[in-house]
């Protein structure tokens, strides 16, 4: 009954030997943008919303019997033996898991470029990056390998690489998604998401892998979700209260209607993005107040506080997060760099020598970083600053909501560069960050959508008549962001499904 | 590693502030900074590492440094206890968890000697 589905898993049972880390196995049409790290079917279970769907799944989301190697050479054999709670989800649904995805290196990165196993190229632009961290996700959705992909956000790895590649990514609300079985970055910041090629299908696989869970005590149960704008908390005690699900589903708030909808234009991220990404968003707003939208313009004053910030929170948590990883319950043996099981020096010596052989150097420079910001002496300069930078950035964006519904912005400040082109100037990768930080500091939901007639955009495909001239970069992919209150996520995927 | 990099404000053994002395800015960052921190995380490097890195934390920390305009802000962190009832539920078997290890023994894991 599940032959259609079964193209990618051969070997039934014994599915787990099919592993093909390289490209192209198992029948599957060819990964000719290093798009999988595992490509491996998961024969559906069960019948479900998702029965039709092949879902690509991050290596950062633990697959039982699979290989989740974070992009990694520290994590290159590490087979988890439990599914992360959205896999279960995803199965449950009748979802074809179709492979584990590359990724920048445990999350660490903004163009898949600090992967151990190679970057992935971007199929809507030859030569250029696909963004990161969730490139892999991206790419193999924009390539049509995948119908669906997990990503992770911590701050912007799902939204990135969507805006690069031309589809859509959803960020949730910090609590919404269970992040159990997800490798940690920073826990604090991140959360699982999708990455589809149209609003409605990001939403439902939102629709599948929402929803508390009694693994991850960071998630939140529906009737904590507190819309502000609907369903008042008297209802707050009854079964459907909540909210979390308008009309039934998230896929059914992509509606593509905007009328009377107010819409925030983040001027500061506008001002600073390439002429090519304004122009693009420009017209994208454009099109919202055609269809009956209401436009204004928002500063925050935080905002550029944000990113700094958001590394030093990053970094700190990864300083500690990554510290398991000493090759003693996983990774390479202490031992076998050199070759000698009782070499001299004590144990921390044998970690120090394990964590430089398995890390790569964005990991490495994160990982000393948050090590320096936490230390005795600068705690309070780096660290304590960035908390309350945090707390700034939240109070401003909820006051924002008090005048509007949907904050946006261009996701990325920058078209997707060339591979190889940024990768060697560690400061200037971070500040392409700078649209998507502040929404994980905020904890807020957030979904980017391809831009008016740029690739990917249901509108690219009519604009053929559509004037060019003075649009330099007009081939490459554009991403628009629009940001919720918190668990609004039905909210921001309605505005950005008037986009597709 | 990370009881001395996140100590709670008790001092700490030559940490890169002792050694600079307080006011050090970004752009100090030296070699002997970045092996000593190297250490505190337990990383090797390589002297092309070292190299790089020293230039780099100069630039980032500078960055870094506009969170000196931050105000204070008073956090009001809206956090809750979240429990569960104290019932026994499976977990890994010992095969499992042991399955990544590089080396075991008698069903533990293997580290390396202490000293």
């Given at each position: 009954m599940a032959s259609e589905h079964t193209e990618a898993a051969t070997?039934?049972?014994?599915?787990?030997?099919?592993?093909?880390?390289?490209?192209?196995?198992?029948?599957?049409?060819?990964?000719e943008y290093n798009a999988f790290l595992t490509r491996e079917g998961i024969e559906r279970s069960a019948d479900g919303p998702l029965s039709n769907m092949r879902v690509a799944v991050k290596d950062n989301i633990s697959t039982e019997g699979i290989e989740t190697t974070c992009g990694s050479a520290m994590l290159a054999d590490y087979v988890p033996p439990y599914d992360a709670t959205v896999v279960t989800r995803l199965k449950g649904a009748g979802a074809t898991i179709v492979g584990k995805t590359n990724m920048d290196e445990f999350g660490m990165?903004?163009?898949?470029?600090?992967s151990a196993f190679g970057p992935t190229e971007n199929p809507r632009a030859p030569g250029r990056v696909a963004g990161g961290s969730s490139g892999g996700s991206a790419a193999a959705v924009a390539a049509g390998l995948a119908d669906a992909a997990l990503g992770s956000d911590t701050g912007g790895s799902i939204r990135n690489p969507a805006a690069f590649c031309g589809v859509v990514g959803l960020k949730p609300t910090?609590?919404?998604?269970?992040?159990?079985?997800l490798v940690a970055y920073a826990n604090s910041l991140e959360q699982i998401g999708p990455i589809a090629p149209t609003v409605e299908e990001a939403g439902e696989v939102l629709d599948v892998i929402a929803g508390p869970d009694d693994?991850?005590?960071t998630t939140c149960p529906p009737a904590d979700h507190g819309s502000e704008t609907d369903s008042g908390d008297d209802t707050a005690d009854s079964e459907n209260a909540g909210g979390e699900q308008p009309d039934g589903s998230y896929a059914d708030a992509a509606t593509g209607d905007v009328e009377g909808t107010t819409i925030g234009v983040l001027a500061d991220l506008v001002d600073g993005a390439d002429e090519a990404v304004v122009d693009a968003f420009e017209r994208s707003i454009d099109a919202l107040e055609d269809q009956g939208a209401t436009i204004e313009a928002v500063s925050l004053e935080s905002i550029d506080h944000a990113l700094a910030a958001y590394y030093v929170i990053a970094m700190g948590e990864a300083s500690s997060n990554l510290?398991?990883?000493?090759?003693?319950?996983?990774?390479?043996?202490?031992?076998?760099?050199?070759?000698?099981?009782?070499?001299?020096?004590?144990w921390n010596e044998a970690y120090a020598r394990v964590r430089e052989a398995g890390f790569g150097e964005e990991v490495k420079r994160r990982v000393l970083l948050g090590t320096y910001a936490l230390s005795a002496g600068y705690h309070d300069k780096y660290y304590a600053k960035a908390q309350d930078a945090r707390t700034w950035v939240k109070r401003d964006f909820e006051a924002a909501f008090e005048d509007v519904d949907v904050l946006a912005s261009p996701?990325?400040?920058?078209?997707p560069p060339k591979?190889?082109?940024?990768?060697?100037?560690p400061l200037r990768l971070y500040l392409m960050d700078a649209n998507t930080v502040p929404v994980n500091l905020a904890n807020l939901p957030a979904v980017s959508v391809p831009a008016?007639?740029?690739?990917?955009?249901?509108h690219d495909d009519d604009?053929?008549?559509?004037?060019?001239?003075?649009?330099?970069?007009?081939?490459l992919p554009v991403g628009v962001q629009f940001i919720g209150r918190a668990f609004d996520e039905a909210g921001i995927l309605r505005v950005a499904s008037a986009l597709d | 590693m990370s009881d001395e990099s996140t100590n709670d404000g008790a001092t700490n053994e030559g940490t890169a502030a002792d050694t600079t002395g307080?006011?050090?800015?970004?752009?100090?960052?030296?070699a002997e900074d970045v092996r000593h921190v190297a250490g505190l995380a337990r990383v090797d490097l390589d002297d092309d590492e070292v190299d790089r890195f020293t230039e780099q934390f100069g630039a980032i920390l500078e960055y870094f440094?506009?969170?000196?305009?931050v105000p204070e802000t008073d956090a009001e962190p809206d956090l809750v206890n979240v429990l569960r009832a104290d019932e026994t539920r499976e977990g890994l078997r010992q095969a499992e968890a042991l399955r990544n290890a590089p080396e075991t023994e008698d069903g533990y894991f293997k580290g390396p000697r202490v000293s």
């Open positions: 070997g039934e049972a014994g599915a787990s030997d099919e592993t093909d880390r390289t490209s192209g196995g198992s029948g599957s049409a060819e990964d990165g903004g163009t898949t470029e600090t910090y609590g919404l998604v269970s992040r159990y079985g693994r991850d005590a510290a398991r990883f000493d090759g003693v319950r996983y990774g390479p043996s202490p031992a076998e760099d050199d070759g000698e099981s009782e070499r001299g020096g004590d996701t990325m400040p920058v078209i591979v190889g082109e940024r990768i060697d100037d008016v007639e740029t690739p990917g955009s249901r604009s053929e008549g559509h004037d060019n001239d003075g649009r330099e970069n007009q081939n | 307080e006011d050090v800015t970004a752009e100090d960052v030296t440094e506009t969170l000196d305009d």
